[in-house]
């Protein structure tokens, strides 16, 4: 039998790969800190569970395909909060916000379209797309410049007659980088002079740091018949595994379209919709804390890895992670270094490489993605970590070689 | 902008496309006894309540993208009871048996391969075949026959270059047929001498009434490296809305692609994954119980369509799914009389038109599926009314000038 070329094609996932590693040093008796997922510790708020355990019908039904109407009527309220006016019927509830994405790429793309996405970007953006033969374009950002966008020049290059939209998400996954307001405007400008959607995935819209301002796509009247919002309650309320998703656009014809993809796979889970309404009721001051706890946890990871001479990273202010450049040839060697050979007190610290974060071949090969997702006594001992592995595999005979520059 | 032709080819649902017509006839005052649609009034086992009520964590998690190795273990005793013997690594969980079939087409079928369907078929297979660019290549089959399989030469006949393998649902949806020991052992020679993969969609497996044998693909060995077998929660313990699905696979390199795809989108929601576990563990005797109950539904059904005179229907042995050819020249119409135009005691009965069944154009306009998922009374009074809706109806002018033969 055959496979297809499109799956045999995608990569397994490079923030799972290396978890046979991980395996191996927790065999040993090692603590290993998770640093290479986004697996947030906070508290979901309790109004989840409440609603699921109160759910008191005998038969657990198909929910409608759309969406239940007191999810989609939360989602609306939230979006108030932000200045964007939805009607009800724009919204769709999906299987996470994977399945939004998956579905907006197959609503707009047909095979061989491509979609210009900023990389290093959301490893499963290349997954997806390749799944349903979609190709990305890669608006290459760099570490230097803190992951922001090249001038609109650059990025108008990339687009040719088979680019269908611009794919990105604000704040990034895997950079935190926040886009200014310009550059949201820019995207805007070039999206409506060469006539392409634009999908922003807004899933880490609350987790914006510094007192910085967030400007979403969905405030630009200009460019709303073209926006897709893809939205999700994983990060925002430490709710990963209810896999519940959205995605909201006032093009009444793309949502048209969209709908006959979820009446194809008939609707998502019933219970974890109901439960994920609650979500959207929780009180402002729930992010405030959160957003406090993440900040202090960047602070602490960020300002370790400075120490270490030739380590090339601006200081992300949003969502939680970090891409950061290290003066090594091979961060994927330095990861696995750190889970087969570095230990201190019986304790060492998993890393994402980045490079499959990146489309362009050889890109990221020195980067590594960290996520400040633990707590921040736990957070400073993995930092701690991280740091003194990091200075003692530069100081090895096949690792000190490359300089910052070169690197 | 531009929307993808796969998405804009594809049809809207058949099943739900003419609700508006009976929310208007709810909203006349008219009650509207639902047979279009496959939403069973079975309690769902209490197991799985308990247990996602006694979920203790305050964390909701990402699952693993495999699938909780509870649920994993829980369906290799499943099947051990069907005597197929799966390996924990031979089995994915999935968002509802969609997502497997989805996932299933996109890892063996590139744009413009093509799958060998018995027609009749699910209607959201095309749906989904479509979205990911893959042709389906029907089988045709007729209510004369009961819906049984053609001989091997005109299925073979059928095979090209880009077939890549045979999808069908035994017992069938929309058809309730149950394939024979012939059948299948029939289909899997096929695949062996076309070099094919077998998909089958065996959600219904318990629903085989009449003392029928039942042949599971997953019971021949000499196929075990090229069928998938896909499983659902939904129908089996009237679970719908789980979105709890399955695919199993002796093939390690197709699953290994698959596990690809389901690493893309994370994880399947865990709480009802959980809940699961328990459905697994049903005893048998639910079953017996609940197969007592649609058999019984079923001849309700049968029974009294087999009254009117040119209705054409072999009598169904599985699911919960008649296809009847009926008198008329245009089901949909007669379907959309019901609600708009008849009424007995102010009620009335909703069918849904076969044509979406079908991908050979023409076929099917003059059918009907019915799903007996309501308990008896009501299911006596939907059939009485249906019965007498359609003598009616062949009374009109313009609707009783097909005979059965020409029909």
Known sequence: MKYSNRVTAMQSSPIRKLVPYALDAKARGIKVYHLNIGQ??????KGFFDAVKNFDSNVLEYAVSNGIPELIKALQDYYTTYDMHFDSDDILITNGGSEALLFTMMAICDPGDNLLV????????????????????????????????????????LINPKTKGILLSNP??????????????????????NNLWIIADEVYREFVYDGLDYTSFGNLKEVEDRVVIIDSVSKRYSACGARIGSLACKNKTLIAQILK?????????????????????????????????????????????????????????????????LPVENAEDFVIWMLKEFSKDNETVMACPAEGFYSTPG??????????????????????????????????????????VEA
């Not at 947030?40 to 708020?45: A, S």
């Not at 609707?267 to 109901?274: F, G, K, M, P, R």
């Not at 960047?298 to 200081?315: A, F, P, Q, T």
């Open 40 to 45: 947030p510790d906070i508290k979901t708020p």
């Open 261 to 325: 993809l979820c009446q194809g796979r008939l609707c998502v889970a019933t219970l974890e919709q109901i439960g994920s309404v609650q979500l959207y009721k929780t009180p402002v001051s729930y992010f405030k804390e959160v957003n406090e706890e993440y900040k202090h946890r960047r602070d602490v990871l960020y300002n370790e890895l400075m120490k270490v001479d030739g380590v090339v990273c601006e200081k992300p202010t949003g969502a939680f992670y970090i891409v950061a450049k």
């Open 172 to 193: 990034g996954n895997p950079t935190g980088t926040v886009y200014t307001k310009e550059e949201v405007s820019m995207i805007a400008q070039i999206a409506i002079e």
């Open 118 to 157: 900023p990389e290093p970007f959301y490893t499963n953006y290349n997954g997806f797309s390749q799944c349903v033969n979609v190709e990305v374009s890669p608006i290459t950002t760099k570490a230097e410049d803190g992951f922001h966008l090249p001038p609109k020049e650059k990025i108008c290059s």
């Open 363 to 404: 890109l990221g090969r020195n980067e590594i993605r960290l996520a400040y997702i633990l707590n921040e006594s736990d957070l400073y001992k993995a930092a701690t970590l991280l740091k003194e592995g990091l200075e003692q595999y530069l100081l090895l005979p096949a690792n000190s070689k490359v300089s910052p």
